[in-house]
């Protein structure tokens, strides 16, 4: 059965790159019909609060990804430690004991000396002793995995056919000195005991790949199906890693960003179909494809989430903002006949209040002097209540033949009176919402 995880480190908000990574795993496992994990990658005690598995749960619930299994990486740290020992019987495993700073000086020798900076295994040659004296020195050292020096080679779901030569790729640490198991070696443990058949991820992993397959292989388990999407860049293809942090999808949601509006787009940025915003998870789902994505960098400007925002809400019915509309300060009366009006022009729902201001308590007119005396005429002529969407009809051809204008000389003057703006929402719309001119009428 198809299984996928999001696989997120709690040392922080989730941002628009993580959103991506988390649906389109999201959307393959819906698609098949299969399972969606969300794993927490908590192995670093430091880094890792409990505040941010909340916000990441809450993030991910309010975008309406669920997940049908929870896991916690902390929670399994056992199972790592019986993998290492396993590595270890195997030969696949050696204590390292070189400092940063040793390794450091290491990797810039060899760049001077134009090579790769390869990790040289240095520490496969020290005796027992010798690690012995090092440990009583230094403490425990790190454990490397010792890859096979050959050829690694996947299809990967979005880059093709992808070969790495292993011998150019340091040994990585899969355990640290202090004991603390890394990712590297957690993931590929967990992958393989939760079934997950695709890992979906940014394409930064791309070297994680190589080698934790030569890891899953030695563990005896089966390799999951990869694919490595491309990196965020800004709108300009400048790089986005520095600005992620102001891209939390919190802040988004804050800044009135709707999910159909969020999900819309990153199911379709940076693949060869068009974004159209959809109306459900249902639709997105149906219109996925991994295979439509491309290896280049995708360009994402937060600002295309606006008008994809305004776009749905203009679709929705009031029960499905009936809240926000509540917040915004109208009566419930008046709920129905505002949230018509309204909703063809809001960009967000924060755009609620001040329309809902201007209802209640009328805008300063803009009247130009030469049309002092038609504004006096016509509001002579303004019918009396109950207002309807009929109103303005009637009172403007009541205002038209009495005055003789037509057109914009007679609507934009009346437009502008009663709202201040010379643009705005449709008139018969707006007029039986206007509180003061109720009161008069
Ligand atoms: N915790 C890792 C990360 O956030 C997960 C990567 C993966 O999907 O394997 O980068």
């Known amino acids: 059965m198809t299984t996928t995880r999001f696989a997120p480190s709690p040392t922080g908000y989730i941002h628009v790159g993580n959103l991506r990574t988390a ?13 969606f994990i969300l794993r927490i990658d908590d192995t670093d005690p430091e880094r890792s609060k409990e505040e941010y598995v909340d916000a ?11 997940w049908d299994r929870a896991e916690r990486q902390s929670d399994r740290l056992d199972r790592y430690a019986e993998a290492a020992d396993k590595l270890r019987e195997m030969g696949r495993f050696y204590e390292a004991f070189e400092t940063p700073t040793e390794l450091d000086l290491k990797r810039k020798k ?20 010798e690690k012995e004296a090092l440990r009583a020195e ?14 690694i080679e996947w299809n990967d779901g979005i880059l093709g056919d992808i070969s790495i030569d292993a011998a150019s790729v340091s040994d990585p640490v899969l355990i640290r000195g202090d004991g603390q198991v890394l990712y590297t070696i957690a993931s590929v443990v967990d992958d393989t005991e939760m079934g997950v058949t695709d890992v979906v991820r940014g394409s930064d992993h791309v070297t994680n790949t190589a080698t934790q397959i030569q890891i899953i292989e030695a563990l005896g388990g089966t390799c999951p199906r990869f694919a490595h999407h491309s990196l965020l860049t800004g709108p300009q293809g400048e790089a986005l890693s520095k600005r992620l942090g102001t891209l939390a999808l919190r802040d988004l949601r804050e800044q009135g960003v ?31 494809d991994i295979g439509r994505f491309g290896a280049a960098p995708t360009k994402f400007d937060v600002q295309d989430l606006f008008p994809l925002t305004a776009k749905h809400l203009q679709s929705l019915p009031l029960a499905d903002v009936a809240d926000a509309v509540a917040d915004a300060g109208v009566p419930t009366e008046l709920a129905e006949p505002f949230w018509a009006m309204a909703r063809e022009n809001i960009t967000t729902l924060a755009d609620l209040k001040g329309w809902w201001e201007l209802c209640r308590d009328g805008a300063e007119p803009l009247i130009a002097d030469e049309d002092r005396e038609f504004i006096a005429e016509a509001v002579v002529l303004l019918p009396e209540g109950p207002f309807d969407g009929e109103t303005w009809g009637q009172w403007t051809s009541a205002v038209k033949e009495a005055t003789g204008r037509k057109g914009k000389g007679l609507f934009m003057p009346l437009r502008k009176a009663l709202t201040g703006m010379e643009r705005g929402p449709e008139m018969a719309a707006l007029l039986p919402l206007l509180q003061v001119i109720r009161a008069r009428g």
């Open 23 to 35: 649906l389109m795993n999201y959307l393959i496992a819906r698609k098949a019909g299969g399972t």
């Open 56 to 66: 990441i749960k809450q993030d991910l619930e309010w975008l309406g990804l669920h």
């Open 110 to 129: 060899q760049l001077n000396m134009g090579k790769p900076p390869v990790y040289d295994r240095a520490a496969l040659n020290l005796s027992d002793a």
């Open 138 to 151: 230094r403490g425990n050292g790190v454990w490397r995995f010792k890859l096979d020096h050959q050829r």
């Open 258 to 288: 709707q999910p159909m509006a969020l999900l819309s787009l990153m199911a379709r940025l940076g693949s060869s179909d068009p974004v159209e915003l959809r109306s459900d998870m249902a639709e997105l789902i149906d219109g996925f």
